[in-house]
Structure formats: C-alpha cells, structure tokens
C-alpha cells in the first residue's frame, strides 16, 4: 500500500496527473527561467528518451506560430515528452489542427492547452497589410477574428482570444473543460524580453 502511494507521488511529480494551474505553473516557471537566462534544460536526457519510448504524456498542448524565434521547448524550458505542439503560421486552427489538439487532451491527457500568439506575426501583419495573396487559407481564419484591430499587436492578440474562443466551444474541449480537467487560455510572447504575457 506504501509502495503503491509512493509510486503515485513519483508520477504526480513526474508532471502526471496535472491539474491545469499546475501544468500552467510549470510553464511559466519555465519562461522565467528562459527570461532569466537561468535554462535547466529538464528531460532531454538519454533515461528520460527511455522512460517515454513508449507512453507520451505530454502536461500541455501549445498551439502556436510556426515562427523559427518562438519554439515552445525552449522558451518553457521544456523537454522530451512535455509538450504536446500544434504549430502553423499565425497559431490557427483550422480542422486538421483541431484533430491534433483534441486527440492531445482525450488519449494523452494534456490538461491545458496554451494559444500563444506572438510580437511581429509575419502572417497577422500580412493580413493587417493585405497582403494575403500567399497565405489565403491562414488569412481566411485570421481576418474575422481581427476586425476592429488598429495595430499588429492588438490583431495578434485578437486572434488569440478568438481562437481559445473557438476551441472552448469544441465538443471534446468543452466537455473537459466544463469538468475542470482541461483549461485552455491565450498567450503573447515577446521576441525582445522572451517574456510570455498570459492574456
Ligand atoms: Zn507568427
């Protein structure tokens, strides 16, 4: 009985079993450590890569830019296993991405699922811009979500709301939500500070 309650400790302090405020914790411990320049580079080791062969769970879902200056695992100062990443020019989600989100909360058990939009969005700043010739299908889920917007930040941030708006409305999200298991909320990250702003 002891050893089974110690083997449930080791998993809760293995990130398992998370709630949402824990898992959002050890993102934004994470970030400080990030912006602090103070980087544990935590489970990228050779027995981390073993523990995880074969069963990933991931504390968190990321939904983010496909920006080559915002990579989750390394302004959370995660590593293998931690997170579960959805990314695409300007954090949309569309049905594919959907798909991806979900099946990170209902089989792995992601209990918070972060939209982290960032400073110069390539692909908000295009459609602020209109130049969107390149990009239509990205375009055509950001525009509604930034109308009224009368700065690049400001769209960003708009598209962010807009798209946890729209995942806390999905059936599978919703249910895990409505049961506090699963929290889904909106970020900013800042490319000069690295700082991740929660909206
Ligand atoms: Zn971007």
Not at 17 to 22: D, K
Not at 55 to 67: E, H, L, N, Y
Request: hydrophobic share 40%; net charge negative.
């Amino acid at each position: 009985m002891r050893y089974k309650l110690i083997v449930f400790l080791a998993l809760l302090s293995n990130g398992i079993c998370n709630t949402p405020p824990e898992s959002l914790k050890l993102l934004l411990e994470g970030n400080e450590r990030y912006v602090g320049d103070k980087l544990l580079h935590p489970n990228r080791s050779l027995e981390r890569r073993e523990e995880i062969a074969s069963k990933q769970k991931p504390f968190a879902t990321i939904v983010g830019c496909s920006d080559s200056r915002v990579a989750p695992e390394i302004i959370f100062d995660q590593g293998l296993g931690d997170l579960f990443v959805v990314r695409v020019a300007g954090n949309v989600v569309g049905p594919v991405e959907l798909d991806s989100i979900e099946y990170s909360v209902k089989y792995l058990g992601s209990s918070l699922v972060l939209v982290l939009g960032h400073e110069s969005c390539g692909a908000i700043t295009a459609v602020m811009e209109g130049e969107t010739a390149d990009i239509e299908d990205v375009a055509d889920l950001i525009k509604p979500a930034i109308k009224g917007a009368k700065t690049v930040e400001e769209a960003i941030k708009a598209n962010v709301r807009a798209v946890v708006a729209g995942l806390k409305k999905t059936s599978i999200l919703k249910g895990f939500i409505s049961k506090k298991k699963v929290e889904c909320i909106g970020a900013y990250y800042n490319l000069d500070t690295g700082h991740v702003e929660i909206l």
